[in-house]
């Protein structure tokens, strides 16, 4: 049985950067982080909480689950303030191992939505993503998707790609329909997804969509923002493999969308705390949720902001109102089902 959420040493992150505090900080202070993120996806975001603050932000980038053991295995040590995760499971895993601490921040309680955040306030979400079906303009009807649970269906034997089941965002979807349905339906539910898959699971979200396109597959599901990068890309043929799939947003007339985030926590030993927290509303404010909105195509966590352009091409969607919370507190029970699915 695996569980994919417990840390383990990855040896390209290693060596994450051991001359982090010899930066040297400005005036207003400096907040170190460790982040899973990629640089370009949030590092234009920190300069310019940098310019407005006068804080400078030492950063550290890596796989989640090797900066989750550093942070463990540097304990007290640590020199990180803030860590920052793609999805709602690795900060519920961060706030499980107890190398997170709660925040009370009345700027994030407003700007983040309730079930965006963790209640009792270790971890806050910064972006929204949606994670609905993909399929093929030319080979799929609109008409004949509907539910999650029906692409479990036979008539779609040998048309589904997915990525495979070590994916976290496959593991907190399908946690999300544990807390839905049960264990018992959504196994179910896997065993006939499975059956039903095209190819054995391989690649990212890009490389899904990239199949379908391409006809090895009729639909399959992915995470919006990727699709929204590959529309608005610098390379025509990434243009035009966007063109030829579409969004299908399912469960509209029951649990709606499944829904993720990405965001970020203080550490539990967090040597600059002020800072720390002073970047966690910086970032859930309404200019770096705008930023979210229109450079990295994901939905602001912040409902008051508006989608870009491109999202609002694809149309409003119903979203699932679970709290995010818990898509990690039900993640070893998403990959026990996995498994059992067969979901390699």
Known sequence: MRNRLIPRILLSACCLLPTLLSTPALAGGEVNIYSARKEDLIKPLLDDFSKQTGIAVNLVTGKEEALLQRLQSEGANTPADVLLTSD?????????????QAVKSPALTAKVPVSYRDLAGYWYGLSVRARPVIYARDRVKPADLSTYEALADPKWKGKVCVRSSDSVYNQSLVAGMIAHHGEAKTEAWAKGLVANFARPPKGGDR????????????????NTYYLGGMVNSSDEAEKQTAAKVAVFWPDAKTTGVHVNVSGAGVTAHARHRDEAVKLLEFLASDSAQRWYAETNNEYPVNPAIPPSATLKAWGEFKADTLNVAKLGELNAAAVQVMDRAGWK
């Open 88 to 100: 709602a499971g690795r900060l519920a895993a961060a706030q499980r191992a107890g190398v997170l």
């Open 207 to 222: 490389d899904q969509i990239k199949a379908v396109a391409a006809g090895e597959c009729d639909l399959t599901l992915a």
